[in-house]
């Protein structure tokens, strides 16, 4: 499985550290957000990997390069003007091939198992399925949720209780028919679209997800992984 990582988005509420860095090279741990991405994909066997990016992207070319250095191969899709999650995605189906791929927001740092995710996926690998995603707790930034997830693991647009979308998901190339490339495109009406089709599934996770929206948010995380070490290697050492 190829996977995306999302890294277009100016981070306005981020400035101003975002004036002259991009987001997902924002340093949390000691090493870049988007970086703990590429190691917990790696670590997950897929190696594969394309990045989108429009604000300061040369600087996330020139800092990642070509990912041997991870282990990883990575491409980019850049994008003269941000076109928004489903419209970068859209972009780079040409990357991403004919088979369901997985996609992160860069501005997010999750826990969950990644190669437990794939399997979990099962419906989007039968094309029964356009998407499933990964939910979570609804934040005190967002306390109405999203989407409602049922017994079954089947998602909608209404019912109670609601659960925040991560920002992680696996994707069918065909959510994204009908979006001409090079367009500008958000990903939540394509959801619903599929959901009331009844072709979207989830699960629910319960560890550690942080949106990194703000300074304040990323001084947390930073904090977290200085004390608690790494989750990807087990590494408890304090880092300085």
Not at 55 to 69: F, K, N, R, S, V
Not at 123 to 137: C, E, F, K, N, S
């Amino acid at each position: 499985m190829r996977a995306m990582i999302l890294a277009a988005g100016r981070g306005e509420r981020m400035r101003p550290l975002t004036d002259r860095c991009p987001k997902p090279l924002l340093e949390a741990g000691g090493k870049p957000l988007i970086v703990w991405h590429i190691e917990r994909l790696r670590a997950a066997g897929i190696t594969e990997l394309v990045i989108n990016h429009a604000h300061l992207g040369t600087m996330i070319e020139q800092a990642l390069g070509d990912g041997a250095h991870f282990g990883a191969s990575i491409r980019y899709s850049a994008e003269a003007v941000a076109l928004e999650t489903a419209g970068g995605i859209r972009q780079a189906l040409p990357l991403l091939g004919d088979a369901p791929f997985l996609v992160i927001n860069g501005d997010i740092f999750c826990d969950v198992d990644l190669a437990d995710l794939q399997a979990s996926a099962a419906g989007v690998a039968r094309g029964q399925d356009l998407a499933h995603l990964v939910l979570v707790a609804n934040p005190p930034h967002h306390p109405e949720g999203d989407f409602h997830l049922d017994a079954a693991g089947r998602l909608a647009q209404s019912g109670s209780p609601r659960l925040t979308f991560s920002g992680v998901g696996i994707y069918s190339p065909a959510l994204f028919d009908g979006i001409p490339a090079g367009t500008r495109a958000p990903l939540g009406p394509h959801l619903r679209q599929a959901m009331d089709a009844g072709r979207v599934g989830g699960q629910r996770h319960d560890g550690l997800w942080l949106d990194i929206g703000t300074p304040e948010r990323l001084a947390e995380l930073d904090t977290r992984l200085r004390c608690a070490g790494d989750p990807v290697t087990g590494d408890n050492r304090q880092h300085p």
